[in-house]
């Protein structure tokens, strides 16, 4: 642990204005409606992952028991308990993707990485999971790493896409390597095609 | 007003209902384990499913409403297999231990599985394993055979007020904890071993000591505060093995403290089980009639006027009016019941009960404590405050020492002087009083047993006389903290100048011979000059210059009237028999009256309880809330600035059998963070 992440944990001044728009958001009195968006947020300040002292931090900013943040913090898998790398690796192993080979993608990435499910590379650069159902079954299978879905992957795709990450070069999401906006068929539209023309 | 039909049979309900209070309304059982009548709906458990017509599968009965026209089945082939199902889902990871499980034979899982379960799983697979929790020395955990009800969460989230349970992770996984695993800090924890509907949470003091078919249960009332909790008192042999609440609406509900619930421990240590006669300035050894020959020695040529009694916070009227008797016939009616000085008087009983009732404040809409902290004097009484706070929009005052008493109480600072604002009408609190329609004012022994506590008294009388006492509604109150002070009150147990006036002419050598009935909660020390007789059970601070001893018997070993801090009267009955040559108190100061030549003119308890009933008229009524006619009483007086100290110390040592409790003493050392980590050995 480095002497920074010894420090108290407080908001940064961004963070804090952050967290007031969000308590903001509910009825006065209700501000521990906003606990997930806290957590979160002060999961990203911590570099990834939540405390103890951060919950207990959260508890006392929202007026709450601790227990009560620490059943929000233990109940959603989004929330990290331990360190993680710099890229969260998140491969989604529900039936859909597991059908179109989220087996073999996740293979790929044991063998790029060199580490299993739950681990994190030496370099601390990749943290590799599987994830229940992304809800991108459309575009199976998928791979969420840090906020952006990577889908329609292939073995060679996502590689290609670690390599990337790695050198820290700009990565698009969305398809890789498929011929199609978003969900729409591959290839193109099949119909509606003047109305998705203008912008295709 | 929704009528619906449940099994054939039409029943009409009030709006709100839900279908299974509908169906136990009409004796149609109906198995649950997360529902609980005290605690709100969760719905988690599944085990209430029954049928409703019109509805394509099978409802949570416990978390739907009942309407107009539903037509409920509790007993069709679906339901029976509704049931079999989620029976078979709870025991998949139930672990099968009941014979070393310690609710084995009192268990609703075990009791539910019989009656509803199939006999036989499909499932084949490991049970997963949860590491045990440590809670603190009361309770004993075996999470592995959690189910996941969260009765425990929302009993101390609703009821106890303090957060600090909860369940954390999701799905299998999930793991009931306190935060940290530290032990509840609350004076009601002990109530989630009856909560939890398996072994899960079991009492920690009482394991493996006993089985429940083993047990004889003796119904009985506490004596650890002024409530009166209605307890269950579970005996094998000759000894407790525990102690357990008793439904009742008006006073505890169905719950009890952590004092009352595990004080049994202090009933076999400490106690005094013979007589015992100060020679040589050393206590030795007695039989009865050496102890009797001793007293009427010191006893020979003294004067009436030369004798006192102090009576204790744990007597039962019977031995307190023998000891009044018996005074009488010596000369003397000096007897004290106030310890601790308060300054009640026994004219108006109104003027020192809680005239509205325990369940009263549920009724009230303001209360004002006045030097009290009903969480350390009467944390039952606290929990029904708390529940009238939280659902039925009571709002709380305080004058005297703020304390977290587990709701929201508006402070008004420590200094008792601010009553005479309110009597005359100026102020917020007097505003409130104004604007409240059945307002409660509720005054401490911490004000009572001040110097200018019958000011106190007098200024709160009047403040209710002015706010509180309407058509129908007496809003005033004393809280006690003793469960034998209404008794002894009523028994006019009161001197002048108190028990002060008693320690001051006892060391200035005005009283030769002073008799102390189980009185340990004062300066004994002051009683060193005159001769004591200490009527009692434990080697406490009543025994340190006692000159002869006369061992006397706890609450669970006699049957002794109470008469609780809001006047209601109560008995308790015989559980198990007083150790050694110990004897029941009022049977002792009937045989010693005798060798004094005095013989007291009853020989049997019937005979006193009817001597009783003409000197205290209230104890003909058992378990009645009795209406006290309104009065004057108090007397007027400067009440002086300057703070109110509270009653009670320590929650867990008011008396000498919790200060002879081992488990007591553990509980203080946890909740004082100062205790011993968990290991693997932890029960």
Redesign the interface.
């Known amino acids: 642990m480095t002497a920074a992440a010894q420090e108290a944990f407080a908001w940064t001044p961004e963070n804090e204005a952050t967290a007031q728009k969000h308590i903001a958001k509910y009825p006065a009195g209700r501000q521990q409606s906003a606990v997930m968006p806290l957590l979160d947020l002060a999961q990203r300040q911590n570099g990834g992952h939540v405390t103890?002292e951060i919950i207990e931090y959260i508890a006392d900013y929202l007026d709450?028991?601790?227990?009560?943040v620490?059943?929000v913090a233990?109940?959603y898998t989004m929330y990290n308990h331990k360190p993680i790398g710099k890229h969260h690796v998140q491969v989604c192993g529900t039936t859909p993707c597991w059908l179109r080979g989220a087996e073999d993608v996740m293979h790929a990435c044991k063998k790029h990485l060199g580490i299993e499910k739950g681990q994190t590379t030496a370099d601390g650069m990749f943290t590799l999971n599987e994830v229940e159902c992304a809800g991108a079954c459309v575009n199976a299978p998928v791979v969420a790493i840090d906020d952006d879905y990577f889908e329609d992957l292939t073995p060679e795709t996502v590689v290609e896409l670690l390599n990337k990450l790695a050198k820290g070069e700009a990565v698009k999401p969305g398809p890789q390597g498929v011929n199609r906006k978003n969900s729409a068929p591959e290839g193109g539209p099949t119909t509606l095609k003047d109305f998705m023309g203008e912008d295709a | 007003m929704p009528t619906l039909t449940i099994d054939g049979k039409q029943v009409t309900v009030e709006p709100g209902t839900t279908v299974l209070q509908a169906c136990e309304e009409i004796g149609v059982e109906v198995p649950r384990f997360c529902y609980h009548e005290r605690l709100s709906i969760a719905g988690n458990c599944r085990m209430c499913l029954v049928d409703m017509e019109k509805s394509p599968k099978p409802i949570a009965s416990c978390a739907m409403p009942a309407g107009e026209g539903m037509v409920i089945h509790t007993n069709t082939e679906r339901v029976k297999k509704a049931r079999e199902g989620v029976m078979e889902f709870l025991l998949i990871n139930h672990p099968l231990d009941c014979p070393i499980c310690d609710q084995g034979g009192e268990c609703d899982l075990q009791d539910e599985a019989m009656a509803f379960g199939r006999g036989a799983s499909r499932y084949d697979e490991n049970k997963r394993a949860v590491e045990d929790k440590y809670m603190g020395p009361l309770i004993a955990t075996t999470m592995t055979r959690c189910i996941h009800c969260m009765r425990c969460v929302r009993f101390s989230e609703e009821v106890a007020g303090v957060?600090?349970?909860?369940?954390?992770?999701?799905g299998e996984h999930t793991e009931i904890t306190?935060?940290?695993e530290k032990t509840l800090d609350s004076e009601m924890s002990g109530n989630v071993i009856d909560l939890c509907p398996v072994g899960a949470l079991t009492s920690k003091p009482y394991a493996f000591t006993a089985r429940s078919w083993e047990l004889k249960h003796i119904e009985s009332v506490d004596v650890m505060d002024a409530v009166g909790s209605n307890i269950n008192i579970d005996v094998r042999g000759s000894a407790v093995m525990r102690i357990k609440p008793r439904l009742n609406e008006d006073v505890n509900e169905e719950w009890i403290s952590d004092k009352t619930r595990f004080v049994y421990d202090g009933l076999r240590k400490r106690r005094l089980d013979r007589a015992y006669v100060r020679k040589n300035k050393t206590l030795q050894e007695a039989t009865w009639a050496e102890a009797f020959d001793a007293i009427k020695k010191k006893l020979k040529g003294v004067k009436g006027d030369e004798i006192a009694a102090i009576v204790g916070d744990m007597a039962d009227m019977e031995s307190m009016l023998a000891l009044k008797d018996l005074m009488a016939a010596l000369g003397s009616s000096r007897i004290e019941s106030r310890q601790d000085g308060a300054k009640l008087d026994t004219a108006v009983r109104a003027g020192y009960i809680l005239n509205a009732g325990l369940a009263g404040v549920e009724e009230a809409d303001f209360l004002l404590l006045v030097g009290s902290n009903p969480r350390a004097e009467a944390p039952v009484f606290n929990t029904r405050i708390r529940k009238a706070v939280r659902h039925l929009g009571l709002k709380v005052a305080n004058v005297g020492s703020a304390e977290d008493l587990t709701y929201k109480v508006q402070e008004f600072g420590d200094d008792a002087s601010l009553l005479e604002a309110v009597l005359k009408g100026k102020g917020e609190l007097a505003d409130a009083f104004k604007a409240a329609e059945k307002p409660m004012i509720i005054v401490g022994q911490g004000a009572l047993k001040r110097e200018d506590g019958a000011a106190i008294l007098k200024a709160a009388r009047d403040i209710a006389d002015k706010y509180c006492v309407k058509d129908g509604w007496n809003g005033f109150g004393v809280l006690h903290t003793a469960a034998a002070r209404v008794g002894a009150l009523d028994l006019d147990l009161v001197t002048e100048g108190g028990i002060d006036a008693i320690l001051a002419d006892a060391e200035a050598g005005k009283l030769k011979a002073v008799f102390v009935l189980g009185a340990d909660e004062f300066d004994t020390a002051k009683l060193a000059g005159v001769d004591t007789i200490y009527i009692g059970t434990h080697g406490d601070a009543g025994v340190t210059n006692a000159d002869v001893i006369l061992p006397g018997a706890a609450y669970t070993e006699k049957s002794g009237t109470y008469v609780n801090t809001e006047g209601r009267v109560q008995r308790t009955e015989k559980a198990t028999f007083a150790p050694g040559e110990a004897r029941e108190d009022w049977t002792i100061l009937r045989a010693l009256s005798d060798v004094l030549g005095h013989t007291l003119p009853y020989n049997n308890l019937a005979e006193l309880r009817a001597r009783l009933e003409t000197v205290a008229p209230a104890t003909t009524q058992l378990d009645e809330l009795l209406q006290a006619p309104w009065g004057d009483f108090g007397t007027k007086g400067k009440i002086s600035a300057g703070g109110i100290a509270p009653a009670v110390d320590n929650f867990y040592l008011t008396n000498p059998i919790a200060r002879a409790s081992e488990i007591m003493a553990d509980i203080i050392a946890a909740r004082a963070g100062d205790v011993e980590e968990a290991t693997g050995t932890h029960g």
């Not at chain 1, 709450?64 to 009560?68: N, Q």
């Open positions: 103890q709450m028991a601790p227990i009560k620490m059943e233990t109940f | 957060d600090d349970m909860g369940s954390l992770w999701r306190t935060y940290l």
